[in-house]
């Protein structure tokens, strides 16, 4: 079949050979296909939206885009973005949308783009591309617009075009920004002598030695989390770009070079981004587009988002928990335990309160050694050749190469365990993606209402990941770090390969008629080497009617169709053979063995989509509402699946889920009123209903990473929506928790867990701004989500007044100290994490025209922006906007030891000469 | 200029087929592709490298377990913790609902503890039957061969010993696992089970060796397999076949006591004489979960290391010693001085897993956990024969009082007490062989088992721990996991639960 649709493609593109027909635009058609029209919603294209001051275009989603829930999952700088488009699909493989960038299709999946060696969560890989270079930012959503990526569009299609050249005199720009950071409100913990006071309670009411005499002496105490931040932390951007075209030639080359130091010590991402894209006619009938993307970024990250086993380190837990009553000025050597115990004076004794290890926060952010280098090169060149009239042959060959570099350092003093000696450790991941497609377009006029455009065509894509590692312990002299891990004496190294492939076979018809009524039918094939190369087929079809146009437009959209997706790693159809090792007689054995069941018969989600919207539009446009209907249904939803023990194993992948998503969208944009001011407003709302359906012959599986110990916090239930949090009820009296005995069998067993809560919101809405008046812009944005839980893990040690670490003022006012709450996995650690924020606001100054002029110059333009302004939330913790696992979107909702995020105020100046 | 366009576009659209056409090619390939850095199912099973290496998996399930595949091996921690907790011989240290339920004896089947220990003994089973399956397929050299398939079958007749000891009517896995039809395996009777593992130690018994030298010290022998036969025997209170498996462990002349019983819980010591058979640990920073967690859950939380006691003993086991008994002051501390002159003091706590010369920091432990120690041979051997002859004879008295010999001396110095016992009927030398038992074994993954099969479960455990009340009809066997039953509809749980 596959080979009589590739003769077919040929037969066609060979017919045409000989015609030569004109085509007018140097510019290419959008090397996607525009399927904008159809969309439930495309756009609102950004590009008159403010870019956010050297962060990543993906931050741009939040917000600005109804049906998107965007979560910055972490305030590090190039932190990464959990993304969901109306809805969790996945149980097993990722949640997160496709991105197309300048043609070129890539899942970010950011935990690939990295070889996971540095500490801290994983760098945003989509920060290789510098916001400002992002011409458009287009959200594909319906079953039209993600059936043109058949087998990966079912989470969504991001559709980014990067700035390209324009006709005119060449020109070059320069800008320069400036700004500092400070990082959000951290929780209001004891000051040291209410801590003082607070151990001594707790530890006489515990029959415990450490009584301090005078509290009063320690006054305010350390302010450990002052202590790591840096309030001097600035970022500063530098863009110098020429860009200009003429009649056969359009280019724009655009150099970055930016710095942004965290707002916690020992934090930075420096990048260097060069952006080159090119247009060029090659001949009356040939024209050719490259879009070419280097980035390097050179990170330096601290060990934030702990998950609290002991061997690793976390910064902001350390600050929390760790006593008031030490001086700041310790070093690493003299202060790994958070609670030692002191005397008057504020002196460590060598009685300690309890020997879990801690690092002082101080050394944890300055004294390791994490850096990231990553080097991207992203290429897209497209060709495409006007055959006869109305026929286009469009084919294109792209290339994305990272090459990654990791090195870590802990100096033995920090160390669990105090290694002498130290690790140390190198990793270099490299990894290329390529594509190469083929397409043929045929678009017509009949007579003057029938409008028909047609399209076949085939994408192949290739990925391979190579990755080479070694860590080194033991060194007997510290000095070259990871320079020379040769100098340790426990080594070991590690290496990895994996590949996966693409096939897509594409074709469509576009017919409208009149502009009033469009029909568009797609079809795709796929198939994917992850599940061995058995192709599926992704239809879909929409309907287009515009019911009235002149002056109240009213439009209605239908579509439905079915798209995929196959977010999981390789080769999980394969019964893995790999190392197990234990000791005899004290010297090690290594076995291997079967530790992985291979899954059998794995197929490709899919998920049948069904859209209705209505457009409005009122005063030409000026007031314009989209509202949308859709509703979902994902079968074969991948699942890890629990097996009996007696399997030998515990899990197997497979498809066995069924969830359903559905929901509605309204989008309000308004702009010019009026003929001075001029006013861009868009208002966008969304609210979607997640269900697991199905769940196989299981009803429950429990998840849930583990944190500070507790684990299976989450469970997956039919009926249920992704995200349950799953534990214990729980209530406090006289200061001492209680759990509820659900089962009532007179005690407090597994049994007893029941839902508690749920991180996915009901409504998640945006706000957004812009006024103009005579050269002066302000912008401003709000944006927020409602009916989302978060579990706040930190409660577990900063809620806790068990007299182990420092803990928040209000649990000391309500709640009796020294009552052990480190228990379980209850509501006592779950919080509304309903919030409003006001995300941005910025104020910018074009420069009289005559001015301008006058210094012979094109433009100036000034502008100050701020960033994470204001929250209004209830939740206790630092931040409502967050998550701890990333782009594990069914952990999502979990707070524990973050990277707090920055107020940021920017400065900055735009010339064009 | 015009004239040259259909050239060059010609030339353009031969080379996108060219093109298409290659890749396409070359991507029919590559969507078959096999895993380059992964080794699958096909390409191992054939040598005699590979035979070695997954029976050293089904060693490496015992112990450490591994980090890679996220999970600790069966004797790592709980299988002897519960042994403690769930007995007169210990409670749980800390709040922890799983092991305070255990302690209290309140556990249902949701426990953390019994699901977990299910889960890490039929991973075992299925790596042992990985390798009885495949290595008789494999050429090589047959006396290896043998002894690699005594040792498979010496560990799978070993974990179907625990399971049926624990759970008692439990599915018999003999294949590998290759697909989920290995779920239609219904739970077999008590009786088949033990038939099995008769079936499997007898074949280890045959195949294996008496000693191993040099990197194979600590593999299963003709001994331990003996040695396992006796207490499978004894359990089953088939007391002639017990007395003669003993007595076969004896005769082999591969094993002794040490001299002195603080010395058998030296790492250096982790394969002496006294090691019938073993499970390997080893102080290791490189690979944390090959060292066993005996520090961390048994060493009081004052001691300032790495020390949570997690467990802790029972005042009943620790005054089940006389004072003099050389057992008490090596199995328990209730105070330790620090290197600086410090002393602190505690409730008793076990101490006889710390090796304080070898790992003063005890923030990991190399000390092996000891599955059966030769004394475990001396006293089967005296219960044995004590039951199978209607009351005790010479050999039986010889047997016991070696061990309670062994436990008067101090390194050279003799001390008055446990003097050798004679003139006992036979339900006096029943009880003292449980008493030695007791102390010769605090914490060695042995109370529990003992309490069940001599059904004094609940009048010790309740005469230990106010309070807790047993009910011994059920609590001899513990609850198949909730989760097992979820999972495997067809599963039928044990009485009382």
Not at chain 1, 36 to 52: C, K, R, Y
Not at chain 1, 237 to 242: C, D, K, L, Q, S
Not at chain 1, 750 to 762: C, F, H
Not at chain 2, 300 to 326: C, G, H, K, Q
Request: glycine letters at 8%; hydrophobic letters at 40%.
């Amino acid at each position: 079949m596959e080979r009589n649709k590739t003769i077919i493609i040929l037969l066609l593109s060979a017919l045409c050979t000989s015609v030569i027909a004109q085509s007018d635009d140097i510019l290419l058609d959008s090397v996607s296909i525009d399927t904008s029209s159809m969309s439930a919603e495309t756009a609102e294209s950004p590009s008159a939206l403010p870019a956010f001051p050297n962060g990543t275009f993906d931050q741009m989603l939040q917000g600005n885009f109804a049906g998107v829930h965007a979560v910055q999952a972490s305030g590090q700088p190039g932190a990464q973005m959990m993304i969901q488009i109306r809805g969790m699909r996945s149980l097993a493989g990722g949640n997160e949308p496709l991105y197309i960038i300048d043609g070129f299709p890539l899942y970010n999946d950011n935990g690939l783009a990295i070889s996971g060696l540095t500490l801290g969560p994983a760098l945003n890989a989509l920060s290789a591309w510098h916001p400002e270079d992002i011409q458009s930012i287009k959200v594909l959503k319906d079953a039209t617009a993600a059936a043109f990526y058949g087998a990966r569009g079912a989470n969504g299609v991001v559709l980014v075009e990067t700035k390209r050249g324009q006709v005119g005199a060449p020109m070059l720009e320069i800008g320069v920004q400036l700004g500092s950071m400070s990082s959000l409100t951290s929780p209001q913990l004891l000051s040291g002598t209410d801590y003082a006071t607070f151990l001594n309670q707790a530890n006489s009411a515990g029959g415990r030695p450490g009584q301090i005499n005078s509290p009063a002496a320690f006054g305010a105490g350390t302010d450990w989390t002052n202590i790591i931040q840096d309030n001097s932390a600035l970022m500063h951007t530098y863009r110098v770009g020429v860009s200009g075209g003429s009649e056969n030639m359009a280019f724009r080359i655009q150099g970055t070079y930016s710095i942004k130091q965290g707002n916690l010590q020992g934090s930075d991402l420096n990048r260097f981004i060069l952006h080159a894209n090119v247009d060029a006619r090659a001949t009356k009938s040939i024209k050719v587009r490259n879009s070419l993307n280097i980035a390097r970024l050179d990170a330096n990250t601290i060990a934030t988002d702990d998950n609290g086993s002991g061997e690793q380190l976390g910064v902001i837990t350390a600050t929390q928990i760790f006593s008031p009553l030490l001086s700041s000025i310790l070093t690493a050597e003299d202060a790994n335990y958070f609670n030692v115990r002191v005397d008057d004076e504020g002196n460590p004794t060598p009685e300690l309160q309890s020997s879990q290890a801690y690092v002082n926060p101080l050394a944890l952010s300055t004294a390791i050694d994490s850096r990231l280098v990553n080097t991207r090169f992203s290429d897209y060149f497209g060709i495409d050749v006007s055959l006869l009239e109305g026929l286009t042959l469009t084919g294109g060959l792209g290339a994305d190469a990272l090459f990654n570099e990791e090195s870590l350092f802990i100096p033995g003093a920090l160390e669990f365990q105090k290694s002498p000696g130290g690790t140390g450790g190198g990793s270099r991941m490299q990894s290329i993606e390529w594509i190469s497609d083929l397409r043929l377009k045929y678009k017509r006029q009949f007579g003057s209402q029938h409008n028909l455009s047609a399209l076949i065509g085939y994408a192949l894509q290739g990925y391979r990941r190579e990755i080479l590692g070694g860590t080194s312990r033991g060194f007997e002299n510290q000095t070259l770090r990871f320079n020379d891990l040769s100098v340790g004496s426990g080594k070991f190294i590690t290496s990895d390969r994996l590949e996966n492939s693409w096939r897509s076979l594409m074709a469509s018809v576009d017919y409208t008629f009149d502009d009033r009524l469009q029909i568009l039918l797609t079809m795709r094939s796929d198939a994917s080497s992850k599940n061995g190369g058995e192709a599926m087929l992704f239809p879909a079809v929409g309907l287009k009617w515009t019911v009235s146009k002149e002056g109240f437009l009213v439009r209605l959209r239908l579509s439905a169709g079915q798209t995929g997706s196959f977010a999981i790693p390789s080769y999980q159809q394969f019964t893995v053979i790999d190392e197990v090792s234990s000791s005899l007689n004290g010297v090690t054995i290594n076995g291997l063995n079967r530790v992985r069941l291979g899954a059998e018969d794995l197929k490709f989600e899919t998920t049948r989509k069904i859209n209705l919207g209505l457009d409005i539009g009122l005063f030409a446009d000026d007031l314009f509402l989209r509202a949308d209907y859709y509703n979902e249904v994902t079968d074969n939803a991948l699942t890890f699946v629990p097996l009996a023990g007696q399997t030998g194993y515990d899990l197997t992948l497979a498809n066995i889920a069924e969830v359903a998503n559905r929901g509605f969208e309204v989008s309000l944009v308004t702009r010019r009123f009026g003929q001075k001011v001029q006013w861009n407003g868009q208002w966008h709302l969304s609210a979607n209903k997640n269900e697991i359906k199905n769940l196989g012959a299981t009803n429950n599986i429990t998840v849930g990473s583990e944190v500070l110990g507790r684990d299976e916090w989450s469970i997956l239930r039919e009926g249920e929506s992704i995200g349950a949090f799953y534990g214990y009820q729980s209530e406090l009296r006289d200061g001492v928790i209680n759990y509820r005995d659900l089962d009532g069998d007179g005690q407090i067993t597994r049994a007893d867990r029941t839902i508690i809560g749920n991180a996915a919101p009901t409504l998640v809405f945006g706000f957004s701004n812009t006024l103009n008046y005579k050269g002066i812009e302000l912008h401003f944005m709000l944006q927020g989500s409602s009916g989302s839980d978060i579990a706040n893990f930190n409660s577990l040690l900063i809620g806790n007044p068990n007299g182990q670490s420092n803990i928040r003022t209000d649990v000391l006012s309500t709640q009796n100290p020294n009552a052990d709450l480190d228990l379980l996995f209850s509501d006592h650690l779950i919080e509304d994490g309903t919030y409003l924020r006001l995300k941005r606001l910025r104020v910018a100054y074009q420069l009289p025209k005559s001015l301008v002029e006058k210094w012979s110059m094109g433009s100036i333009k000034i502008y100050a922006s701020m960033e994470n302004i204001w929250t209004g939330t209830k939740y206790s913790g630092v931040d409502p906007d967050v998550s701890h696992f990333g782009q594990q979107h069914l952990f999502q909702g979990v707070d524990f030891g973050g990277y707090p995020k920055a107020h940021q105020i920017v400065g900055g100046i735009q010339v064009q000469l | 200029m015009k004239a040259s366009y259909p050239h060059i576009k010609a030339l353009i659209l031969l080379l996108a087929i060219v093109v298409s056409v290659l890749t396409w090619q070359s991507c029919n390939r590559a969507l078959d592709e096999e895993p380059r850095s992964l080794l699958t199912s096909t390409l191992f099973y054939r040598t005699a490298s590979d035979a070695l290496l997954a029976v050293n998996a089904a060693y490496d399930h015992l112990g450490g377990g591994t980090s890679n595949s996220g999970f600790s091996g069966v004797y790592f921690n709980l299988y002897w913790a519960m042994q403690a907790i769930a007995s007169d011989d210990g409670v749980a240290g800390i709040a922890d609902p799983n092991s305070v339920q255990l302690s209290e004896f309140r556990f249902d089947p949701s426990n953390a503890w019994t699901t977990e220990i299910w889960q890490d003994i039929y991973k075992t089973v299925n790596v042992a039957n990985i390798a009885i399956a495949n290595i008789p397929n494999i050429e090589m050299e047959a006396s290896l061969k043998q002894r690699l398939l005594g040792e498979v079958h010496f560990i799978r007749g070993l974990m179907y010993f625990e399971l049926v000891r624990l759970y008692g009517n439990v599915p018999l896995v003999l294949t590998p696992t290759v697909d989920l039809s290995i779920l239609d395996i219904l739970q077999a009777t008590p009786e088949e089970v033990y038939q099995q593992v008769i079936s499997d130690l007898m074949i280890a018994e045959t195949n294996l060796p008496v000693t191993y030298t040099g990197a194979d010290i600590g593999r299963a022998t003709t001994g331990a397999a003996s040695a396992y036969l006796a207490r499978v025997y004894l359990t089953r209170e088939d007391w002639a076949q017990a007395a003669e498996h003993a007595q076969k462990v004896m005769a082999t002349g591969a094993y002794r006591l040490l001299d002195d019983y603080r010395d058998i819980f030296l790492i250096a010591n982790n394969s002496s004489k006294e090691i019938v058979f073993g499970i390997g640990f080893t102080f290791n920073n490189d690979a944390i979960w090959e060292t066993s967690q005996f520090n961390v859950r048994t060493l009081p939380v004052d001691l300032n290391r790495n020390s949570l006691a997690w467990e802790i003993p029972t005042a009943d086991v620790y005054n089940a010693f006389d004072a003099l008994d050389r057992r008490r002051e090596v199995t328990f501390q209730t105070s330790f001085t620090e290197s600086d002159g410090t002393v602190l003091t505690f409730e008793p706590h076990i101490f006889k897993y710390w090796d304080q010369a070898a790992e003063p920091s005890a923030s990991s432990s190399g000390t092996d956990f000891y599955a059966l120690r030769y004394s475990d041979v001396l006293l089967m051997h005296a219960e044995a024969v004590n039951e199978a002859n209607g009351g005790p004879t010479a050999e039986a008295y010889e047997s016991l009082n070696r061990v309670r010999r062994r436990a008067r001396f101090a390194e050279d110095e003799e001390r008055p007490t446990l003097p050798d016992l004679s003139n006992q009927n036979q339900a006096d030398f029943r009880a003292a062989v449980l008493l030695e038992r007791r102390r010769e074994f605090v914490w060695e993954g042995q109370r529990w088992f003992d309490l069940v099969r001599t059904g004094s479960l609940k009048e010790k455990v309740e005469a230990a721990k106010p309070g807790v009340t047993v009910d011994e009809n059920k609590h001899k066997l513990f609850p198949i996991p909730q989760r097992e039953i979820d999972l495997n509809s067809s599963l039928v749980q044990n009485p009382g639960y």
